[in-house]
């Protein structure tokens, strides 16, 4: 909406003049008010993420990349490498530790390190664990076939990529 009085409307006293300008003056130019932005679209519909097809895989070609599909299953494999209860322990431990800091903000945080610290080196021991796993999966006097060492390479991929995101 435009907020102008007429060109061909004289201002009535000298002050106006100062305010809206004279009515010989030269027109300004009009500026549309930029107008609100659309609403953004709904939420899409709960469910599962669609697969993409599968590519074909050249064997000269550069290693595939997860999909969302590898990505859920690498989720669901760093789970496992703690023990359930090894990691409801950490869990607990730091519910803890947050309940602290408000008492003792210090020790709060100087538990919250050791329990950092404990993460780590429980984490640790399962990866090398799981390395071991991989490793007795090709180790076989030279006798491994190419299925089982496609499959001991997917599991050193799989336990590279829950350390990169990490």
Known sequence: MEHRRPVDTAPNTAGDTHVAGSATAPKPPVIEAPTAPSPPPPPAEPGPPPTPAPTPASASGPAKTPGPAEKRGSAEKRAQLLDPAEAERFRQRWHDVQAAFVDDPGE??????????????ALGRA????????????????????????????????????????
């Open 127 to 166: 990866i090398a664990a799981h390395r071991q796993t991989l490793t007795e999966g090709r180790d076989d006097q030279g006798k491994s076939d190419t299925e089982r060492l496609r499959l001991a390479l997917h599991g050193y991929r799989d336990l590279l990529n829950q350390v990169i995101e990490a």
């Open 108 to 121: 709060a945080v100087r538990r919250a390190d050791d329990l950092a610290s404990d993460a780590v080196d």
